[in-house]
């Protein structure tokens, strides 16, 4: 079969690879159906995750169909169309069974694209099927459900969730990415007063504004004194989402939130950032990192096939599976191209 697999940093290839089979009982084979690329395959391509091996299949977001399962799979059967998530667990381990899948110490966790072979092929072996694979209602269509398999959740749990965004908030947004997008999309949910999406990009801002950021400001309007100036009580923030995963945009979250606020770190790093400690110490900072545990896919899935949650425009770029090569070329430059999520289809 065809997939992409990484080479060293700089360095990946759209070519044939053995096609996966069934090796351990609760595995699932799938054959993807629909795929995307993440930001986290971007900074893998950096050498930003020096755990992922040459060879490797990248690639952990996709939906796909059912067509091998192993004797131990007792939730899933040849045919059934289903959410292939960016997090395995092997719903056994101690973390697992306290809902943690994302730090599954049984096999799991974030493995696929990651230590085994991922999702940009014509086929995936997940592991663990029946605790890891969701099975997809008719309501939701592929191109909702590829939402679901990591920026979602991941916006929802590791931002808006670990953020404790509540009624009346101010919420900022660094970063109108697609997680930031879907940040802004989830926090929604809880009624803040105000969303305010920070990115350099006039077309982020624009799509920021689409997802429903009230307001929207470029880099250098970010600071303190404009963000109070944007709260009832001229307090800056209560809570400052990092969607971008550099120093930079981190140490500007940790400088946008009032006393008592909350910085939710969802980007993925490379490099160490800068923690002011000798003027954050007396302000009661919370400071969150997390990886997400998808803990909140079924309740993500409800409320995409309700109408609940707007996923529209996410997908800015669509292509068939052979033309990866030219769908990673697109989503690097997303400054030029404008993408968000690319998406690629089995045609
Ligand atoms: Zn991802
Ligand atoms: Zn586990």
Known sequence: MKALTYHGA???????????VVRDPQDAVIRVDAVTICGTDLHILKGDVPEVESGRVLGHEAVGTVSEVGPGVRDF???????????????????????????????????????IDGTQAEYVRVPFADTSLYRLPDAVGDEQALMLADILPTSY???????????????VVVGAGPIGLAAITTARLFTPSRIIAVDPSSARREAAKAFG???VLDLPEATLDTLSALTADGQAAHVAIEAVGVPESVELCTRLVRAGGHVANVGVHGRPATLHLEDLWIRDLTITTGLVDTTSTPLLLDLLAEGRLGTEGMITHRF??????????VF????????LKVALFRR
């Open 157 to 171: 749990e590791v931002g808006v969730r670990n953020g404790h965004v509540g009624p009346g908030d101010t919420v």
């Open 320 to 329: 068939g599976l052979d033309e990866m090569p030219t769908a990673y070329d």
């Open 332 to 339: 690097s430059r997303a400054g030029e191209t404008g993408a």
């Open 10 to 20: 700089g360095h990946h290839r759209w070519g044939d690879v053995p096609t996966p």
């Open 77 to 115: 059967a040849a045919g059934d169309r289903v959410l292939v998530s960016c997090i395995s667990s092997c719903g056994r381990c101690r973390n697992c069974r306290t809902g943690a899948y994302g730090q599954c110490s049984g096999g799991g966790g974030w493995v696929l694209g990651h230590l």
């Open 213 to 215: 950021a009230d307001v």
